[in-house]
């Protein structure tokens, strides 16, 4: 049981670049998140989906797209890289019985972006 | 919006002794998660809270979540070097209107000298 799987863990990218993040989670998990983690800034969330075919901002939206076509992969992407989004970026999916709780996120290892 | 503030930023501490890290949030809370997230990898589920005034234990670690469901502690008795990482703290809000967003502190970074 693999959990929550991120591809690719490292990437360079030169600004102006463009490049897709895959998040996939085999624990049939309704909600899906993508999360950046900066140093002393804690995780921000940047979207999230509650479910096959919708997506929704998160507090920090600007830059990325998202899509979540099949229920287990949520993709996030960088359609022109700067160098403000150099961070590691983590997703995470939820059970979430209830919306008002959504339990335990799961996550992923993480991927390593720099844009140069 | 909602606001969730985690104190102190980092704690060093010798081992053997306790570690307490707070979070405390601008509007009261559905319930509270607590993650735990080791040097160079992935945050962790450690518990949530749900309950005003609930204690939760977990071997040597204790988590609290206030009368008013709007802070919460985490408090770990004689710490050892395995506690190394960074606990964060996730709130979810009650408020419908922005989804119950769960947002996350900035984290408390805890070092253990053996």
């Known amino acids: 049981n693999a959990g929550v799987t991120q591809t690719p863990k490292f990437r360079v990218l030169k600004t102006g670049q463009s490049m897709t993040l895959l998040c996939a989670q085999d624990m049939n998990h309704e909600y899906m998140y993508w999360y950046r983690q900066d140093p002393g800034m804690g995780l921000r969330l940047i979207h999230y989906s509650v479910g096959e075919g919708t997506t929704a901002k998160g507090e920090v939206p600007d830059g990325y797209n998202v899509s979540r076509l099949k229920k287990q992969n949520f993709l996030l992407g960088l359609e022109s890289a700067a160098p403000s989004q150099t961070s590691v970026y983590f997703c995470?999916?939820?059970?979430?019985?209830?919306?008002?709780?959504?339990?335990?996120?799961?996550f992923g290892e993480g991927s390593r972006l720099t844009v140069l | 919006g909602q606001q969730v503030m985690q104190i102190p930023q980092y704690q060093h501490v010798q081992e053997g002794e306790d570690f307490t890290t707070y979070c405390n949030s601008s509007t009261t809370l559905s319930n509270i998660q607590w993650y735990k997230q080791r040097p160079g990898g992935h945050p962790v589920f450690l518990i949530q809270l749900v309950k005003s005034g609930e204690v939760k234990k977990q071997k040597r670690l204790t988590f609290q979540f206030g009368e008013a469901k709007k802070n919460s502690s985490l408090h770990i008795t004689a710490t050892q070097t395995t506690d190394v990482g960074t606990y964060f703290c996730?709130?979810?809000?009650?408020?419908?209107?922005?989804?119950?967003?769960?947002?996350f502190g900035k984290g408390t970074l805890l070092t253990v000298n053996p």
């Open positions: 995470a999916s939820s059970f979430t019985y209830r919306v008002s709780n959504t339990g335990e996120l799961f």
């Open positions: 996730a709130g979810q809000s009650t408020d419908m209107g922005s989804n119950y967003k769960l947002t």
